[in-house]
């Protein structure tokens, strides 16, 4: 009950900052967007060069990193104006203020994922099973993201740092997931450092599954979890030390 109570206060105070949470969700569709236009105005370009069924999960995975930092920015918003001081004299515990946290944000997750994939389908992505099975995929790969969020508002101390972090995990989660261009085109030790990274993975799992290829889903999102499971806990146990005013 806390938890809920505390989850739809933070999905409201999302909702009031609407200028922040349509930056989120529209601008991988602005860039989709462009792209598909680009593509059209070069006839000659490779089919797998910024083509729908490639560039369109990296979009909808690059979304989820605007998320998280919007994500890490509410919990330090909250910090700043000593909500959350007066909230640490309730009976929450730490892991119930992070599913707080948490939870408002799975249903943007989703949200964007289906306006991504919508317009993919209007600029010719082909409709069927695949859109969906993406979609669905896309929920697991959020928590991801939202565990990135979790530890950024856990560990910085204003907006203005998250906001600087955050640009940055923005960048490298599109740079080094095969977002704008494919690894195997460089290969070597980038590509190796790619792949033990979890974005490279995101992106692969969501472009399996929208091709229908369930089976190879599976080891991508399992490298995605393990990745986020321990982000969420070191979120938490910092979140828990900020709590009770240990230090270091």
Same mark, same amino acid.
């Given at each position: 009950?806390?938890?809920?109570?505390?989850?739809?206060?933070? %999905? =409201?105070?999302?909702? =009031?900052?609407?200028? /922040?949470?349509?930056?989120?969700?529209?601008?991988?569709?602005?860039?989709?967007?462009?792209?598909?236009?680009?593509?059209?105005?070069?006839?000659?370009?490779?089919?797998?060069?910024?083509?729908?069924?490639?560039?369109?999960?990296? !979009?909808?995975?690059?979304?989820?990193?605007?998320?998280?930092?919007?994500?890490?920015? %509410? !919990?330090?918003?909250?910090?700043?104006?000593?909500?959350? #001081?007066?909230?640490?004299?309730?009976?929450? =515990?730490?892991?119930?203020?992070?599913?707080?946290?948490?939870?408002?944000?799975?249903? %943007?997750?989703?949200?964007?994922?289906?306006?991504?994939?919508?317009?993919?389908?209007?600029?010719?992505?082909?409709?069927?099973?695949?859109?969906?099975?993406?979609?669905?995929?896309?929920?697991?790969? /959020?928590?991801?993201?939202?565990?990135?969020?979790?530890?950024?508002?856990?560990?910085?101390?204003?907006?203005?740092?998250?906001?600087?972090?955050?640009?940055?995990?923005?960048?490298?989660?599109?740079?080094?997931?095969?977002?704008?261009? /494919?690894?195997?085109?460089?290969?070597?030790?980038? #590509?190796?450092?790619?792949?033990? %990274?979890?974005?490279?993975?995101?992106?692969?799992?969501?472009?399996?599954?929208?091709?229908?290829?369930?089976?190879?889903?599976?080891?991508?999102?399992?490298?995605?979890?393990?990745?986020?499971?321990?982000?969420?806990?070191?979120?938490?146990?910092?979140?828990?030390?900020?709590?009770?005013?240990?230090?270091?």
């Amino acid at each position: 009950m806390r938890t809920r109570v505390f989850a739809w206060r933070n %999905l =409201r105070e999302i909702l =009031r900052d609407p200028l /922040s949470l349509g930056f989120s969700l529209g601008f991988p569709v602005v860039l989709l967007l462009m792209m598909s236009l680009m593509r059209q105005s070069i006839p000659d370009m490779p089919a797998d060069v910024f083509g729908l069924e490639s560039f369109t999960p990296g !979009m909808a995975v690059f979304g989820l990193s605007f998320l998280g930092m919007f994500l890490g920015m %509410l !919990m330090t918003g909250d910090r700043k104006t000593a909500f959350l #001081q007066r909230l640490f004299i309730s009976p929450m =515990r730490g892991g119930e203020f992070i599913l707080g946290y948490a939870l408002p944000f799975l249903p %943007l997750a989703v949200l964007e994922s289906a306006v991504t994939f919508l317009l993919a389908g209007i600029l010719g992505l082909p409709l069927g099973m695949g859109i969906l099975w993406a979609i669905l995929v896309m929920l697991p790969v /959020s928590l991801l993201f939202i565990a990135l969020g979790l530890l950024m508002g856990s560990c910085l101390g204003n907006s203005q740092q998250v906001g600087g972090i955050g640009s940055i995990l923005i960048n490298v989660a599109a740079l080094l997931s095969g977002t704008w261009f /494919s690894l195997e085109l460089i290969g070597g030790t980038f #590509q190796s450092v790619c792949n033990l %990274l979890p974005f490279a993975h995101a992106v692969d799992a969501v472009k399996a599954a929208l091709a229908g290829d369930l089976a190879a889903v599976l080891p991508h999102l399992l490298w995605v979890l393990g990745y986020a499971l321990v982000l969420t806990a070191l979120a938490v146990w910092i979140f828990h030390r900020r709590m009770t005013g240990k230090k270091g």
